[in-house]
């Protein structure tokens, strides 16, 4: 078939690379404009649009696909399928028609489950022990169309959202490729999503990666890796700033420190949770890169100190 693809950070990747090598034609690729990116925020295009050119495919960089000269684009490709892998930017009712067999998603959960934009940060911080990924047709509401098929991952004890991510992008490479093959080759069966089971999974603000320390250790944990490696967890220090938070390790034996309050041990950093403690592993202080937490406690000297106050 002739493709479409559509996807703009390294997540989508593994899928593009896997239809560039197949037997489908991957005609063009759809992705953000160039954004700012690192420190220095200079204009870079996204992960996807780098690989495209590299492989000599044209890409297009609408900033909107309501924009009339980007839709001409589109139905100038006579595509026959669009696969989609976190593409960030919303299809217009009048486009999902436009490839003969639609707009195919793969989307990074069993859907009905975490519907929206986040959904792998959003399992690990709910503690969910299995999740996976799905490929869908696109219709008008959000992640709401027929599925073609699903894949199953554990959510492992030390998973980073980054990590879970990483697997299930490789995995659902395959899945996606299944579902193109199957819809040429007219044996796809796409199923209505049943009506129980929904959950949403909106974009996840760095207002939300703050720790709450009043949280059990065990929510703790699942908040701080749920938020790594973006938008990053994170608490504030007495004196004023911020302090980055890299995985920490739930101490559900400590019972004697009260929620944000520090103890700075030679080889762990302790802090209080709302049930237990959590040991802290890598932080970074305003305007400081990451270091050991025991590191920043022998400069810092926060011990008795209570975070997040």
Known sequence: MRLLFAGTPEAALPALRALLGSDHEVVAVLTRPDAPRGRGRALAPSPVAAAARAAGVPVLTPRTLRDAAAAEQIRALAVDAAPVVAYGNLIPADLLDVPAHGWVNLHFSLLPAWRGAAPVQHAVIAGDEITGASTFRIEAGLDTGPVYGTLTEPVRPQDTAGDLLGRLAEAGAGLLLATLDAIAAGTARPQPQPADGVSLAPKITVDDARVRWADPALAVDRRVRGCTPAPGAWTTLPAGGRLKLGPVRPRPDVTDLPPGQ??????????????????????????????????????????????GA
């Open 262 to 307: 520090v103890r700075a041990g030679k080889h762990e950093v302790l802090v209080g949770t709302g049930a237990g403690a959590v040991a802290l592993g890598q932080v970074a202080p305003a305007g400081k890169g990451w270091m050991p937490a025991d590191a920043w406690a022998r400069g810092a000297g926060p011990d008795g100190q209570v975070l």
